[in-house]
């Protein structure tokens, strides 16, 4: 069955990096597009950006592209999300999830990795 | 860019009907998407395409769009029912937008 298996929580600090995983495995990793969306606490979702690992072009929401960077690995089907300058306010659960072939919405999610940023 | 409104909340007793709605401009023209999310938990796809329902969704979850609003039924409301609701579109160059969400309180 289609999986994606995130990497786990992180905390930095104000100004620091995060990098985060998503291993996929269950299907074609070539073929779905797949994307990343972050959830502040009590807060809802925010569509951060995506990328087609067959080729690795992305796009990235406008707020965020000057700070967020999404590549895959294809060797190990995982698709990774970095996201420079952290602030407090980047605190949440960041979820990659994939986009199905026919439509726009997803139909399978990660578990979902909380990165706390706090001095 | 494209804004999805939510009302915040909707409470429903047992038994009853829930009614989530979702409005954007002209989102009649849109395919829209629900989510389903339970605390803690990643969301889960509820209908897609406006009405359609994936596997192993029950019957009771059914949607419509139209004009400036779409909107999520679910009847028969059920405990399990209780969780937050999100409506989603593509918009066009590529920005994936969410709704503001919708918390269902069942009574």
């Known amino acids: 069955q289609v999986q994606l298996v995130q990497s786990g929580a992180e905390v930095k600090k104000p100004g620091a990096s995060v990098k985060i995983s998503c291993k996929a495995s269950?299907?074609?990793?070539?073929?779905?597009?797949l994307h990343w969306v972050r959830q502040a606490p009590g807060q809802g979702l925010q569509w951060m950006g995506l990328i087609n690992p067959s080729g690795g072009t992305s796009v990235y929401a406008q707020k965020l592209q000057d700070r967020f960077t999404v590549t895959t690995d294809t060797s190990t089907s995982t698709v990774y999300m970095e996201l420079s300058g952290l602030r407090s306010d980047d605190t949440a659960v960041y979820f990659c999830?994939?986009?199905?072939?026919?439509?726009?919405?997803?139909?399978?999610w990660g578990q979902g990795t909380l990165v706390t940023v706090s001095s | 860019s494209y804004v999805l409104t939510q009302a915040p909340s909707v409470s429903v007793a047992p038994g009853q009907t829930a009614r989530i709605s979702c409005g954007g401009n002209?989102?009649?023209?849109?395919?829209v998407h629900w989510y389903q999310q339970k605390p803690g938990q990643a969301p889960v796809l509820v209908v897609f395409d406006d009405s359609v329902r994936p596997s192993g969704i029950p019957e009771r979850f059914s949607g419509s769009n139209s004009g400036n609003t779409a909107t999520l039924t679910i009847t028969r409301v059920e405990a399990g029912d209780e969780a937050d609701y999100y409506c989603q579109v593509w918009n066009t160059g590529s920005e994936y937008v969410f709704g503001t969400g919708t918390e269902v309180t069942v009574l």
């Open positions: 269950g299907y074609t990793f070539t073929t779905y597009f």
């Open positions: 999830a994939r986009r199905t072939l026919r439509g726009t919405y997803y139909d399978s």
């Open positions: 002209n989102i009649g023209t849109k395919n």
